[in-house]
Nanobody, 122 residues
Framework: RLRLVESGGGTVQAGESLTLSCVAS?????????MAWFRQVPGQEREGVAS????????QYSDSAKGRFTISRDRTRTTLYLQMRDLQPDDTARYIC??????????????WGQGIQVTVSS
């Protein structure tokens, strides 16, 4: 079964940057599919942050991510990144990598990582 493993989370001050990574265990499989980042705060619904497949034109961002976050994949398309800048306390959440879905539609994704915590202090 495909495994997704996130890394790069942590605690930062407001205004700082952080880059998350997500590595997929099956490189032959994952290159065919979209990957995405979601985030979740305890007690709230999971929110789609950014998604992409192959090209720049495929990228989608939530309103809160536009202009501050950048999603990318490495050349093999097996590692997904989320560069986050100008982080704010509202960005505090568990960030979760997903694969095999469409855009920012949570229900369409079949593979999920465990997630990694990002905490932004004011």
């Amino acid at each position: 079964r495909l495994r997704l493993v996130e890394s790069g989370g942590g605690t930062v001050q407001a205004g700082e940057s952080l880059t998350l990574s997500c590595v997929a265990s099956d490189s032959a499989y994952i290159t065919q599919y979209q990957m995405a980042w979601f985030r979740q705060v305890p007690g709230q619904e999971r929110e789609g942050v950014a998604s992409m497949w192959k090209a720049e034109a495929d990228k989608q961002y939530s309103d809160s991510a536009k202009g501050r976050f950048t999603i990318s994949r490495d050349r093999t398309r097996t590692t997904l990144y989320l560069q986050m800048r100008d982080l704010q306390p509202d960005d505090t959440a568990r960030y979760i990598c997903a694969a095999g879905g469409l855009g920012l539609s949570e229900l369409s994704y079949g593979f999920w990582g465990q997630g990694i915590q990002v905490t932004v202090s004011s």
